[in-house]
């Protein structure tokens, strides 16, 4: 069964905005990581958060969680075309034996 | 450097017949992981390769599923007599011991008839 949950589903949006994507999660966590899909094929990891760190940055991303809430949300400004893809989060139990749980992804449409 | 391979690309195959799906993981990768992705959804976890340790194996979804890692290396998935439903793209990662980011192979999509 799928740890997570995103919203939105699906997110269609001009270039040069900003995207926000959220995700929440059931059970305790290690850390909580962001991937992106193009085309339904391989995976691309973006960026890992700890279970202890609440925000973080790599370049246009940003990342932030809250464990009160299990939740956390990506932030990608100043979006281009080529940020068109599928997002997932995610999460590594508290026993952190490397295995990922995935939330079901949002499918992000940048307008050029 | 070379990524995480995976064979075929593509598989079609009549119910009931026997598959087997191979992942080359990144050279040195101590772990290794296989997940399936249906059709506009997100991954589920199948099965985890760590070094010499026992996989885990709680994510097959029935026996007619198995997977074995020689030499600590190549994977390979084997679904025997394979059902509509297991009709899928089949993902295989990697990773370093004790490193959370894992990195992923193009997938199989499989395609049950």
């Known amino acids: 069964s799928q740890q997570g949950e995103e919203d939105p589903q699906a997110l269609s949006i001009q270039e040069g905005e900003n995207a926000t994507m959220n995700c929440s999660y059931k059970t305790s966590i290690n850390n909580l990581q962001w991937y992106r899909q193009n085309s339904g094929r391989g995976l691309v990891h973006l960026i890992l958060i700890r279970s202890n760190e609440r925000e973080k940055h790599s370049g246009r991303l940003r990342v932030t969680l809250d464990t009160s809430k299990k939740s956390s949300s990506l932030l990608i400004t100043a979006s281009r075309a080529a940020d068109t893809a599928s997002y997932f989060c995610?999460?590594?139990?508290?026993?952190?034996?490397?295995?990922?749980?995935f939330g079901q992804g949002t499918t992000l449409q940048v307008k050029p | 450097g070379a990524g995480v391979s995976q064979s075929p690309s593509n598989k079609v195959t009549e119910k009931g017949k026997d598959v087997e799906l191979r992942c080359d993981p990144i050279s040195g990768h101590t772990a290794l992981y296989w997940y399936r992705q249906s059709l506009g959804q997100g991954l589920e976890f199948l099965i985890y390769f760590q070094g010499n340790s026992a996989p885990d194996k709680s994510g097959l979804p029935s026996d007619r599923f198995s997977a074995e890692r020689t030499g600590g290396s190549v994977s390979t998935l084997t679904i025997q007599r394979t059902q509509q439903e297991d009709s899928a793209v089949y993902l295989c990662a990697s990773s370093l011991l004790g490193v959370n980011e894992q990195f992923f192979g193009p997938g199989t999509r499989l395609t049950v008839l």
């Open positions: 995610a999460t590594s139990g508290s026993s952190n034996t490397g295995k990922l749980i």
